[in-house]
Structures are given as C-alpha cells and as structure tokens.
C-alpha cells in the first residue's frame, strides 16, 4: 500500500470552454487537481482515459476520476460510453456523468417530490418528459413504481420516451400524453398527487388556473429558473412552499439539494475504483445523504 | 457560516494561449484553484460567470474570483463589460481586469514619479498617450491634477485620448500634443517635470539629446523593455538611477513595483465578493501598500 | 532569500487535448499547480515561456519548470528548441523533454539491458531504430560503448539514424542494417547479445523462431504493448523473464520503471532552473535511482 496520492479529476467537456461550474463543485468536494479538458470529441476520450488508468498502482486508481459535463447531454452520454468501452478488466477509474446537471437535477427533484408523496402508486405527471432532465425524472419515477404520464407537445417522442423508459425498466408504469394546449395539459394532470415541469428555460408548460384545477396534486415542482415560470404562480425560489394548498418547489428551490448531491458524488467517486455515476447511481446516492 | 473554501480564481484570457504570466502571479498570491480559459469570445463569459455565481453561499462568494487578461487591452474590456453586465444584485464576485498588464504598468510608472514629484500641478509629458499603457497613465495622472500633455504621433488620437480622460475626470488638465519628430517631441517636453515614455517595443520616441534640453525634467520613466530604449539612455533595469540629474526609471525597473502590485491586487479580490478592481482602484491599492 | 514558492509545471503539449498521462505523473511528483497547455505551436512558446522566467526572483526560479509533452516527438523537439531559444543568461527554467515517453522508455529499456550485459562493446540489435524511440535507444547505446546495429526495413533511413548518432557522438560504433523480411533480421541478428524492439503499436518485427536461433542472445526487449508482440513470444508483462534462456523484458515490464524515471525526474526540474532535461539526462538520471 503506497501513500495517498493527491485526488485528481477529469472533466471531460464538450463545449468550446470547460464548466466553470463542475469545476467549482469538484474543488469544493475537496478534488486536489483539476485536469479540466473541453470542446472533447469522443474519438479523444481513450488516450484521456488511459492517462488516467496507466498512471497509478491498483490500490491508487481511486485517487483519479473522471467528470463528464458540458451543456450538452447527448454528447456527454456519447462520451461516458466511450470512457467505459475504454476500461477493461481491473483498468478503471470511477466516474460520474453529470452534462447540464441533468442527472443531479432529476434525483433532486424527485427526492423533492417523494418527500411528500409516497411515490409507489403515485400518478405523476411529467411535462417535458422529453428533454434530458424530463427523461430522467420519468426513469427515476418508474424505477420507484409511481405510475408516470410523460407528457410532451409531441405525442410520438412522448411515446419515444415510454419505450425507452420500459426498456430500461420492464415493469415500468408509463404511458404517454400530449399536453400542447391547456385542456390538453389539465386533461393530463388530471388525477395526478405530483407534477414536475422539466421544460426548457422560460416556457410556460401550465397555466395557474389548470394547476388550482388538480384536485388531487399534493406536490408540484418547477425546474425552470427563467421567467416565465414553467408551472405559472410558481416561484423559482419556492422550497416546500405552500400555495392554494400544494406544496411547491421552484428551480432554485431545488437547485441546494441538486448542490448537495452533485458535490456528495464528486466525493464517492474517490471511494473505489469501478463506479459509474449515472441516473440511478446519483438518486440511489441522494437518498442516503 | 460555513468552513472557508479554496481560493478559486477563474482567469479569463482571450489569447490563444492563456498567459502563463497571470498563473503564476495568482499561484504566488494563494490562489488554491486556477481554472484558466484561453480564446474566450464576449459571448461565453455568462457561463462562465454563473459558474462563479451559482455554486457557493453567499458568505463564501468572496472566495473565488475573476481575472481577465490576455494580450489585448480592447477585448480584455469588453470580457470585464461582460463579467459585470452578468452580476446582478448580491450575485457577483470581485473581479480584476489586467490585459497586457496595462493597469498594473501604469499604476506602478505613476507611483514611481509621484516619488519624486508633487503630481497636483506638475506638467507631466505622456509619449505614446493614444496607447493601452499610455491613455491609463494619462487618465491617472489628469486624476491627481497633474497638467497632462498626451502626445502622440497623431494629433487626431492625442485629442480623442484627451476627450475620453476629460469625460470621465470632468476636472481633468489635459491637452493633445503632437510628437512626430525630435524637434515636436522637444516643444511638447518643454516645462515637463515628468516624462513618461508608453509606446510599443523597440520604439525610440525621445533622443537622447532632446531629454538633456529639457531643464525642468527631475523624473524619466521608460515602460518599453526592448531596445532600442523608448527614452534613449535610459536602461530597462534603471531604478531611480541619476542620469544627467534626472533620476530615471527602466521598464524592468518599474516592473518590480509592477509585480507587487499585481500580487497585492490578486489578494485583494478575496476579501469582498463585490470589487471591480479597474485602473482607478488598482492604482489606489498601489499606494496603500 | 524569499519563502519557498508553490512548485509550478508548464505543460506544452502539441496535440488538441494535454495529455492526462504526463499531468497525473506531474501530479504525483509533487507538483503544486500545473499549467497545462495544449495545441501549442512553436511560436506560441515564447510569450510562455516569459510567463515562467519574468514572474519570480530568480532565487526561486527552481520552483517553475516546463514539460514539453505531446504524443508528435518531432513536434516536441520543435517545442523544446524554442523554449530554449527564449531562454538568456540566468534568465531560465529547467525544462523537460518526453514526448510520447520516447525519453523515458528509451532510457528505462538501456537501464534494463545494462542490469544483464555490460553495454561497452557489447553487440546490440535495435528494431525500428528509426522510430523516435528507437532512435533514442540507438543514440544512448552507442553513447555507452555498445556495438549497435541500427536497423531498419529501409536501409537508407536506417543510415540517416547512424549519421545523426555518429554526428553527436563522434565515437560511436554504429551501423545500419536492413530488417525487412525474417532472414535479413536473422542476419542482423546473428552474434548480438541484446535485442530491442522499438516499433510502432501491433507490428511483429521478429518471428520467434528467430529469436531461438540467435545463440549469442542474452537479453531481448520489446517496447510494443499491443498484440500482436515486436517481438513473438515476448509477453507485454515480462519483467526479467526467462524465455528459451533469454531474460526477456515486455512494455509494461519496462513502463514499471519508466514510470519512476518519469516521476524523479520532474521532481529533479525543481533541484535548480538550469537544466534541460533531454535523452542523456534522462538517462543519467535513471541510473543514479
């Protein structure tokens, strides 16, 4: 057993300049150097990835990890696959992918939710269930058993989402929805205890009157930061926060606990050597903190 | 409050290559953290600034900061416009702005004649005035009531300079002289009790013979390093050094002074999250220390 | 004497991402901040190098150093010559040279052929010695008194190595030999006491059967990590192992100990701000662990 090496991470970046952000969370987890790479195409991720496994002893392969992020989630999950197709056998780092913050924005947001509501069994609507972090939390919410409506203004890429999520999960509870005009999105919500709108910054995905409408809703969260407010009348500093009866949550609101948890994982990631970090890992992570 | 976090500083560069120069002032300043950004375009600086923004408490936004550098001044101020264009309201962190090292330079070229004369009232020649250097030492110096003579090459430049420093120092004494030839440089030197040489590298703007003529001279101070000397006769390592009873300072004589302050400056940043260290707050840093 | 400096590594690397590599060996050598900078082009390197030697006095110039890395060797020798080149009087910092490990690995496996056979006058075959690795083993070989065949499967390029090594090293015993088909590299075999094979990734350059038939053979080490073997039958993992009655040494046999060459000596850069790191250095230093 040699002695500790200093913790190293690499932050794999897609964008022309490197997350300041991801950086800013790695030095906080106590991450001693930053080997921060952007504009990373996946044909460089294996010369990347082997600095990393060829540098240090077996018993030292936890000191090094590597950090996908960049603002762009699809081309991060191309270059988390590429890393693992590049470990082999015992020649492996941990590593956590994290582009956009969706994974650890989808885990906070339903860790928020079922902090309220028991989600097994529970209906959940889920607008903008097609977007990277709307993908995610409908995942996360059928891991759990709630029984999930991904609503989307496109009925096929909602049905797109399904089949993805049922793939995954074979005893998932999912089926799509559309939701592009009001009616349609109170028809949707219709019965559900929880909404979570995942939709892109400044789109208002449902109107204050169709919301005082859901009898039934205990817990809405809005993941929009940007005015206006996805779910309208929802403020994006709401934590816990009562209005006409439902417990709301807005961006920011969610946005500590998705802190919380981001940093908690840069950490576990120099616990062993064989982690992947992905949705599952980050909200199983979440849970216990 | 929560534990002090490292010292991060974010170096925003938009050179090819970002300075190695700045790295390693900050690292000698304490600096825990660099996240160094080179090539950085105006419109990537919103998110790199939220990244400095949105990851820390509020009382621990004191502990990162931004630097912008690079070799051009005009881009390195209109990073700095964009840096704080994206604060808002308690949401900031201190921020310094040094491209080519041109605050620095100046503040430390006007403490050095301040040394030896009175600035309020003293007749003060700036060569190259229309320069990055030159137009802060011009500004500085209008802003201690010295009688500023902006000389240039071109007498169009000269007064453009002289109409920016009185914009901003409604008080300012300060007017546009020519000095294209030894026999224009001479007249605008005539009565000077400072002369401050700014221009480029390698470029004579006053002879030798012409420095010698001028009989109420008591300061000379050259801020080019590479021969020939701006000032003829006067050597880059001259620091205070007598020359025909003027005491005259070299660009490497100046640099020390340059140097602390610089380091001063980067320290600095840490103790409040809401400074924007520019020309005027640097130069006072300058002679506080 | 000022307080002892944070300890600071420029990493120059030509390739569009630095390598992860040399910065965690950086890292482990004690490196406090690494300056890490990829895609540099020779006439980048002198305003960074001037980041290096105009920052500190120079009794703490021992504490910056550069690492010019990168996986083009040719581009690296470049680099180096212009990092050099900048340099004036006291006026530098030590500075080391290992594109893609050529230096390294070129010393470790001589390290490893003199722990079997005295070097001066013994017959030596390098394979691939026109590769930037072999080349390099070709040069320290003949700098040690061994008798080397220089061979390649061009005899042309194979006598431009000679020359070159024969220009540095005025007493050299060095000679070209053509290896292109398994009887011209039997031949050229024939009477040598130490093999290294020094090709590129994935190319058999001696059947085993050959290897069998050279009866003077003491020691054979093959520099290729990736099947198919340089040389066959020699595994990637030997270590000394004996094979047919040779001691045979495979890449990562011979990675153990470039590996600790590597790490001594970045930390020897920090000894003193003079040195320039090149093969023989490198091999100097190797023995002396």
């Not at 994290?98 to 989808?106: L, Q, V």
């Not at 058993?145 to 797109?160: C, I, Q």
């Not at 500093?237 to 840069?266: F, Q, W």
């Amino acid at each position: 057993m040699s002695d500790a090496k200093p913790k190293i991470l690499i932050q794999l970046d897609g964008d022309t300049q490197a997350s300041t952000f991801d950086a800013v969370v790695a030095a906080d987890a106590g991450v001693d150097h930053l080997l921060r790479h952007h504009g990373v195409r996946p044909e460089e991720v294996r010369d990347l990835v082997h600095g990393a496994i060829f540098t240090r002893a077996a018993d030292q392969l936890n000191r090094t990890a590597i950090f996908v992020g960049g603002s762009d989630v699809t081309a991060g999950e191309s270059l988390l696959a590429e890393v693992c197709r590049t470990f082999f056998g015992p020649m492996r780092v941990s590593v956590m992918m994290d582009s956009s913050g969706a994974n650890t924005t989808a885990a906070a947001a339903v860790l928020a939710a079922e902090a309220h509501v028991p989600l097994r069994g529970a209906t959940v609507l889920v607008l903008a269930a097609t977007g990277p972090v709307g993908r995610r939390v409908a995942h996360l919410l059928a891991g759990e058993g709630a029984e999930v409506r991904a609503a989307s203004r496109s009925l096929d890429r909602a049905r797109a989402v399904c089949e993805t999520v049922a793939t995954r999960i074979p005893r998932a509870k999912i089926g799509p929805w559309i939701a592009s005009t009001p009616q349609e999105t109170a028809a949707a919500a219709q019965g559900c205890r929880i909404v979570i709108a995942a939709g892109v910054p400044g789109v208002e995905l449902m109107p204050a009157d169709v919301r005082r409408q859901c009898r039934d809703l205990v817990t809405a969260i809005d993941l929009n930061a940007v005015p206006p407010a996805g779910l309208e009348g929802v403020d994006p500093r709401d934590r816990a926060t009562n209005r006409d009866g439902v417990t709301c949550y807005g961006a920011l609101g969610i946005g500590a606990t998705k802190m919380k948890i981001h940093k908690a994982a840069i950490r576990k990631l120099f616990e062993s050597n064989d982690q992947v970090l992905d949705v599952d890992e980050i909200f199983a992570l979440a849970r216990s903190l």
